[in-house]
């Protein structure tokens, strides 16, 4: 076989195998890659804290992580009690609800033959999303274990990331590096941006929501509000996934409670995506609206609310890369879009 040819089956075959390792440990690069998320969010916090105070960076980051830790246990003193008990109020009301909800549709000829549908595609009354609270409620200690890890992974990058950077920088030929540097630099720039925006843009969610809901009359608006701005951390699908347990909820008081709350998720969506997200994206790179559905539809099928929760930042890591490495330097195209 002549040389060109081996190198060329020997590259297709070394692609294959990282590609096979890949899937085959996709479930534990997803926990670092969160870890990866939160040590770039610690990081940054430090740098940000030592340059305002002109404290080390390692004394900034223990009092960044100890800040966080304070204030999630002040806040689970203060509001926990109320959050945990509306939480469990929320679990309580949704059959109550669907059943409600059941009883209403069922007064028509139409609404009648579609729950006789769902019932036969579903198996029963129970409809798929109290199946989903129950599987969650039986992998807490799944959960508990992969937050472990992550926090594990996050705290060691975080502490010291050049160790892992010059790692990896020794794997690059030396003609490359500088450009692998630049890459690295633009990555946790974005990344960094990304995390700020979005945290930014669930607190306000989260608020909107809760307070919306509280005027509307509904039941336990702290808890619908904390969850609409922890699934808002999903694009798009997010505050779906919020809006229908919130209008369920409004529907066992009365039907025009729940148009009210559809109503009211509606008017947030187009504050967020008119007003909070335009301002966000200024300082962000700006991910293409159907490659990040996509992104998250196939990740959340593929390997659960991790897949989902992780697919966009994915999605911003492969368009920097597809930009740098592959339209700046193959093509030589100059693209000054991005962070």
């Known amino acids: 076989m002549e040389r060109p040819a081996f190198t060329t089956a020997l590259a297709i075959l070394l692609v294959i195998a990282v590609a096979l390792l890949t899937w085959q440990f996709a479930a534990v ?63 309580e009301s949704l059959p109550r609800a669907l059943s409600d909800m059941r009883s209403f549709i069922g007064q028509t000829e139409w609404g009648e033959y579609l729950l006789n549908f769902l019932s036969r595609e579903e198996g029963g009354t129970q409809w798929n999303i109290v199946k989903m609270l129950g599987g969650t409620a039986s992998t807490t200690a799944a959960l508990f274990a992969n937050l472990v890890i992550v926090f594990t992974v996050a705290i060691f990058l975080a502490v010291d990331p050049h160790l892992y950077r010059r790692g990896f920088l020794h794997l690059v030929p030396k003609a490359g590096r500088a450009r692998a540097r630049e890459v690295l630099d633009t990555l ?55 809006g229908i347990p919130a209008t369920l909820i ?63 930042p994915l999605m911003l890591v492969i368009i920097i890369l597809v930009r740098m490495l592959y339209v700046e330097n193959v093509l030589g195209d100059n693209v000054k879009e991005g962070p």
């Open 250 to 312: 409004a529907f066992s008081q009365s039907p025009m409670d729940a148009v009210y709350t559809a109503g009211l998720f509606l008017l947030i969506q187009q504050i967020e995506g008119n007003l909070l997200m335009p301002l966000i994206q200024k300082r962000a790179t700006s991910l293409p609206p159907v490659l990040t559905i996509l992104a998250v539809v196939a990740l959340g099928g593929l390997f659960g609310l991790l897949g989902a929760l992780l697919a966009t």
């Open 29 to 91: 690069l997803l926990l670092a890659f969160a870890g990866l998320l939160l040590s770039v969010l610690l990081r940054h916090l430090a740098l940000t804290l030592s340059n305002v105070t002109s404290l080390p960076v390692g004394l900034c980051l223990v009092v960044v992580f100890g800040g966080i830790i304070a204030v999630t246990v002040l806040l689970a003193i203060l509001a926990g009690p109320r959050v945990a008990s509306e939480l469990m109020e929320v679990l």
């Open 188 to 242: 946790g720039s974005g990344l960094w941006r990304w995390l700020l925006g979005q945290s930014i843009d669930m607190v306000a969610v989260a608020i909107m929501t809760g307070l919306g809901l509280w005027l509307i009359g509904v039941p336990v608006p702290l808890a619908l509000g904390l969850i609409a701005g922890l699934t808002n951390f999903i694009p798009y699908l997010g505050p779906f996934l919020s």
